[in-house]
């Protein structure tokens, strides 16, 4: 019996989001906290505030673009016209433009390359799983569409669509439904901005990160305390 080629992933394609989370823990946290690199009122305030809508809008579009072709079929064929003709990944390139977004809005470069880190990693496992799954699926008709889009950045001399395009209403409530979360991105970013510009905002990071750490290392002492008591216990170790 053939076994399905995703049938025992690794611990890190499982456990991929949790690590992408724990890896941009970090610095969303000192860009939550740190003072605005300009100022509300600056020039280079809205020339920020300008090009995170635009990527935030044309990564948005790009997701609905891609859904009117592939919406509630994505497992039923193989989708290689309009976004898909010049991208086999629109969606995932959609979701990158908007997550960049946020690291424009926030103004922290340190946000934004981690972000681009973080998305390579979790694109790259997560792209070759799909596309091991896909091509068991449609065979060598997804081994030549490989051949030819390519994996993720658009190359639009490609383009192609039919004159006419099935939609599948479930596609489209479903990314409705996905819209209803992220669409609030540039409105709480907008509101972060605002209590960034507030002068004790980084005292009150000092004071949060102070507490944190107080209880980290409270929690290891107490852990350690533990293990030394457990250690001291055992007849083969005797510890003075």
Known sequence: MAHHPLAHRSWISRSRGWISILLLA????????????????????????CAGW????????????????????KDRQLSQQGPYSISRNPL???????????????QSLAFAAMLVAVAAFYLGVTIPNEESRLRVKFGQAYTDYCARVPRFFPRFSLYQTPPSVVVESYGLQSEWRRALRWVWLPVICHLLCHLRSEPTWPHIRDSVLATVFRSAAGIVTVRCDEVLRILSECHWLEIH
Do not use: K
């Not at 635009?54 to 079929?73: D, M, N, P």
């Open 92 to 106: 995932y390139f959609g979701t990158l433009l908007m997550a960049i977004s946020v690291a424009v809005f926030v």
């Open 26 to 49: 970090p610095v969303s946290i000192d860009a939550i906290f740190s003072p605005l690199t300009w100022p509300l009122d600056s020039w280079l305030q809205f020339t920020c505030d």
């Open 54 to 73: 635009v990527l935030f809008v044309s990564g948005a579009a790009w997701r609905w673009w891609a859904t009117l072709y592939i919406g509630g079929q």
